[in-house]
């Protein structure tokens, strides 16, 4: 096997390693392994789900804003498969199936929702490893209760609130 083909080999392992951690990262609420998975500056497009534009953000927001939004939740389970990753360069696009769960029992209905569809991540290679920067989350279809995320982010808000007291 030539050097090239085995760098190949490894970059493709480090870049789906990125990608699964960014999910770990969120089921696990380690904000710092999530961080990791991005450069500085990292363009954001969730409007298939939430609406909007796409977003220009430093990760560091993107993390805090993420944090905020799912750590309410009494449980997530974001699967990550199917990884097809192409190379240009020293920048390489990793699209992957996925599917997250997210979990909070409630009085307002269902106590789940599920989100499936796909994520286009375009990944550079740095210093520090592969990292993403710019995310792209396609939603195709969703089963359950949307209003949980509400819920959810007004449990993270009282538990914030609980935890300055």
């Known amino acids: 096997m030539s050097d090239d083909a085995l760098q190949h080999i490894l970059d493709r392992q480090a870049i789906s390693d990125t990608v699964l ?5 969120i089921d696990m609420r380690d904000w710092e392994a999530y ?3 991005f450069t500085d500056e990292v363009e954001i497009d969730f409007s298939s789900w939430s ?3 796409p977003q220009i953000m430093q ?3 993107w993390t805090a804003a993420v944090r905020a939004g799912l750590s309410g939740f009494q449980a ?3 699967i990550s498969s199917n990884h097809v990753i192409n190379f240009d360069s020293d920048e390489a696009t990793c699209v992957s199936y996925m599917q997250a769960q997210h979990y909070l029992p409630n009085e307002e209905g269902d106590n789940t929702l599920t989100l499936g569809g796909y994520y286009t991540n375009t990944l550079v290679r740095t210093p520090a490893g592969w990292r993403i920067r710019r995310c792209q989350l396609m939603v195709t279809w969703t089963t ?3 209003h949980i995320f509400v819920l959810a982010q007004e ?4 538990m914030e609130a609980d935890r300055e007291d």
């Open 21 to 25: 951690r960014y999910a770990t990262g």
């Open 35 to 37: 961080r990791s998975c």
């Open 51 to 53: 609406g909007g534009e």
């Open 59 to 61: 990760a560091d927001d």
């Open 76 to 78: 997530t389970q974001h």
């Open 144 to 146: 359950g209760n949307k």
């Open 155 to 158: 449990r993270f808000a009282a």
